[in-house]
């Protein structure tokens, strides 16, 4: 067990609907990472946010938010949903804001399908 | 752009073999590297991370990974691989310089009997 939880597991809807994913990072962690992984794209860098300030950007569409809440957990809002949405989406957590001494630690991830 | 390569998209090793998981980067100041393992229907997790010091690193599960500067490499390595082994095997790189951190595309290893 890592120590850093996700919800919801899975969760199925349709095309243009909106959902949000929770993470809670391990406790005393201030990095949170998002991260998309699908069959053809492979682990793709969302979006770090680091005490609740927004750290780093990677592949986040514009349909994508996120944000980092003063209890340390965060939510990636997903909108507008399409089928090419449909992947395992993983929160991580670290220490330090970056990768400099400290390891991620990963949570199970959401498993989103879109229909 | 920096970059992480993991050159081999499977690798098949019989149990009790040596096995070796290729993974290079990109030249740009002085990378951190880690080895992550997927099990199916997993999280990532930790194996190994090279900081600083010996080129030889070694971590969980009895792996190791060794960094080699001149050639940008940061191969894992076991020397006997166990069916149990068999995972997706990513290699990540964080560039201080900055703040970038990037995952290879994963190598899925297969030990057989």
């Known amino acids: 067990d890592s120590g850093v939880t996700q919800t919801p597991k899975h969760l199925i809807t349709a095309t243009g609907q909106r959902v949000t994913l929770r993470c809670s990072p391990r406790s005393g962690d201030l990095s949170v990472y998002w991260y998309q992984q699908s069959l053809d794209q492979g682990l793709q860098f969302l979006i770090q946010y680091y005490n609740g300030e927004e750290r780093a950007k990677g592949n986040i569409l514009e349909r994508f938010s996120a944000q980092q809440f003063p209890d340390l957990h965060s939510e990636l809002n997903l909108s507008s949903l399409e089928l090419g949405d449909s992947a395992l989406y993983f929160c991580?957590?670290?220490?330090?804001?970056?990768?400099?001494?400290?390891?991620?630690?990963f949570g199970e991830g959401s498993r989103l399908t879109v229909l | 752009a920096q970059s992480v390569a993991q050159p081999e998209d499977q690798v098949n090793v019989a149990e009790g073999n040596p096995l070796t998981v290729k993974c290079t980067y990109s030249?740009?100041?002085?990378?951190?590297l880690f080895w992550y393992v997927q099990y199916p229907n997993r999280g990532l997790q930790f194996l190994l991370k090279y900081i600083t010091g010996d080129n030889l690193v070694k971590g969980s599960y009895g792996f190791e990974a060794e960094f080699n500067k001149s050639q940008t490499s940061f191969h894992l390595k076991k020397p006997s691989a166990l069916v149990s082994d068999s995972a997706l095997y990513f290699c990540?790189?964080?560039?201080?310089?900055?703040?970038?951190?990037?995952f290879g595309a994963g190598t899925r290893l297969t030990v057989k009997p």
């Open positions: 991580a957590s670290s220490v330090v804001a970056g990768g400099r001494t400290g390891e991620l630690f």
């Open positions: 030249v740009s100041g002085n990378p951190y």
């Open positions: 990540a790189v964080f560039w201080e310089n900055n703040n970038d951190m990037r």
